[in-house]
């Protein structure tokens, strides 16, 4: 953040008074000086590298030994030079930081009083820094909290002060405003005289810049014993770049992701459990003032896949691990006396490869896809196609699990890690079509690969909801995505689904145009694990298919089809040999 002219005199003004009344500054003035420059940087660096290695950017589960040992490093970081405007406020504000961390694990007064005197000396030590309303904030966050204890009153009145001087006008919304509001609040309560609100068009830099993105919700992550897909979601478009770290010691393997720009609210800072027997938990954090990391801790980590969607922006990270085989406790008599009262499906009874199939119906919720000339949503055809679909898969002894059974928006990664997550042999995401050119007609099918004519590169910028720039940014990724993926298994599903669909519904309608199979770069296929396509049964562009899709009876004979080439790809399996695990 920078201040105005006018605010950093007024700060500067009040040093004497406010380092008067805090208590916890002492040897502000007192720390040794020695030669300031590159080696205060690389001091940092070092300190930041034991820190990371030992705990990514969390404390927690540190010795107490451990923690003073990172203290012990940024300290004399610190100590190179207490004036140096680079590197001596990153090294106050990483000791703060510690220090609040090791309170919150040890519950050691001593802690807290530590983290503020370093967060307070930040604040007024270094008012033009950017981190020093990030420490200020922090501050008012102490005294919030710990309102019942005298020794911080002297904090309050502080924060009174100090917030006062980059003004409450940005409204409660604004962490600081809202922290003002607070504090003032509570000082009346207490007798405290506040001052009023300074005149200031300041924006509080822990509230993100215009032009700098903010991670916009909580880490989300779906998972089984053997996959787990995290995403991370941002305001807008940020630079990333992962690493992997081998386990040290008792610490285990850990994948971080490190957002450039980027801004992580408090409120989406804490830890979350997966314990999925592949991932541990996640972590996030503010690394530094421009840098947001989330933190993955592994425990059966085989191999990743990281990837960026668009709009809103996301990073997808797709981990697999060693499958960890539970060993059953049942006798091979009781298997046996099982197996003979157990009453097979047909599915079953032939051996068949495939048994799970998750069917996607596209679209949903706020998100209505193509929009007929008279109005039939997509969204609201395709998820009857699917119900009918499933009924009749599970007719035919199948397992099938539905992306979505109402109209409810899911993001294009949520389907694909459903799939995944259930374990399922194939993937179906059912579409309806649409073109400029009101006469295009028919139904085709797609799988995962590299579009190269107009008409795959439209329908996969369509259904993708990107642009033609984003588009071509997935292409160049996607050849590195599609490695050890189920490409061929894929085409050959496709193939197999278009050949019952298309036939089967010529024979029963006329005009019904045989598209063939394509190809193209559609997310909702990226990560899948199992032969997967996308079906689009009609062009609602196009006025005489959007009126059959208003048809329940051709609903019902799309989903036939569909469940027909389904069980046409398992058979063929039986006859050539299953071609997947």
């Not at 609210?265 to 840098?291: C, E, H, M, V, W």
């Not at 990743?304 to 091979?332: C, N």
């Not at 329940?552 to 989903?559: G, H, K, N, V």
């Amino acid at each position: 953040m920078i201040l105005s002219v006018s605010a950093r005199k007024k700060l500067h003004a009040l040093v004497s008074f406010l380092l008067a009344a805090a208590l916890l500054v002492v040897g502000l003035l007192s720390a040794p000086l020695v030669q300031a420059g590159p080696r205060a940087d690389k001091v940092y660096r070092q300190a930041a590298s034991y820190y990371n290695n030992s705990r990514g950017f969390f404390v927690r589960d540190l010795s107490r030994n451990q923690w003073q040992e990172c203290l012990r490093l940024f300290e004399k970081a610190y100590e190179c030079d207490p004036r140096d405007q680079k590197v001596a406020p990153k090294a106050l504000y990483m000791m703060a930081i510690i220090y609040s961390k090791a309170y919150e694990q040890f519950n050691m007064r001593e802690d807290l009083k530590a983290a503020a005197s370093y967060y307070e000396k930040l604040t007024f030590g270094f008012p033009d820094h950017s981190l020093a309303d990030d420490a200020m904030v922090a501050l008012g966050k102490i005294a919030l909290k710990n309102r019942d204890n005298l020794e911080m009153l002297g904090k309050e009145r502080l924060l009174n002060k100090a917030l006062a001087m980059y003004g409450a006008d940005q409204g409660v919304n604004d962490t600081a405003g809202f922290l003002l509001k607070r504090l003032q609040e509570h000082a009346e309560q207490r007798g405290i005289e506040p001052l009023p609100p300074a005149k200031s068009t300041i924006v509080n830099s822990i509230t993100p810049p215009a032009h700098a993105a903010h991670v916009s919700r909580p880490v989300r992550f779906w998972s089984n014993e053997n996959y787990t897909r995290v995403v991370i979601e941002t305001s807008a478009p940020v630079r990333f770049k992962e690493h992997v770290l081998k386990a040290e010691g008792s610490l285990p393997p850990r994948l971080y992701v490190d957002l450039f720009d980027c801004r992580i609210p408090p409120t989406y800072q804490n830890p979350i459990t997966i314990s999925d027997g592949l991932l541990k938990r996640s972590r996030a954090a503010q690394f530094d003032p421009s840098t947001a990391r989330v933190v993955i801790d592994l425990e059966t980590f085989s191999q990743y896949k990281i990837f960026s969607l668009h709009e809103p922006f996301r990073v997808v990270i797709d981990i697999t691990g060693t499958r960890q085989q539970k060993e059953s406790t049942a006798t091979v008599e009781q298997q046996r006396a099982w197996q003979a009262d157990k009453e097979f499906t047909l599915v079953e009874q032939l051996g068949l490869g495939v048994r799970t199939i998750v069917i996607d119906p596209g679209h949903g919720g706020k998100d209505p896809g193509a929009v007929g000339r008279n109005g039939l949503l997509e969204k609201d055809v395709v998820l009857k196609v699917a119900l009918k679909t499933r009924d009749a898969l599970r007719k035919k002894g199948y397992r099938v699990v539905l992306t979505r059974s109402t109209d409810v928006f899911l993001p294009l990664e949520e389907r694909t890690a459903i799939a995944n997550t259930e374990n399922a042999d194939l993937f179906l995401s059912i579409h309806a079509n649409s073109a400029p050119n009101r006469k295009a007609r028919g139904l085709e099918t797609y799988y995962l690969s590299l579009a190269t004519s107009k008409e795959e590169k439209q329908a996969a910028a369509l259904e993708n909801a990107v642009s033609s720039k984003q588009l071509s940014e997935l292409q160049d990724i996607l050849s590195d995505l599609m490695k050890n993926s189920k490409i061929d298994e894929s085409r050959k599903f496709a193939g197999t689904l278009q050949h019952s669909l298309a036939g089967g519904m010529q024979k029963r309608f006329n005009r019904v145009k045989d598209l063939g199979v394509k190809k193209a770069p559609f997310f909702v296929l990226i990560g899948a694990q199992m032969p997967a396509v996308l079906a689009e049964v009609a062009f609602l562009s196009n006025t005489e298919e959007e009126k059959r899709l208003g048809n329940d009876s051709y609903l019902a004979a799309l989903a036939m089809e569909l469940a027909n080439g389904v069980d046409s790809y398992n058979r063929s399996l039986v006859a050539f040999g299953p071609s997947f695990d």
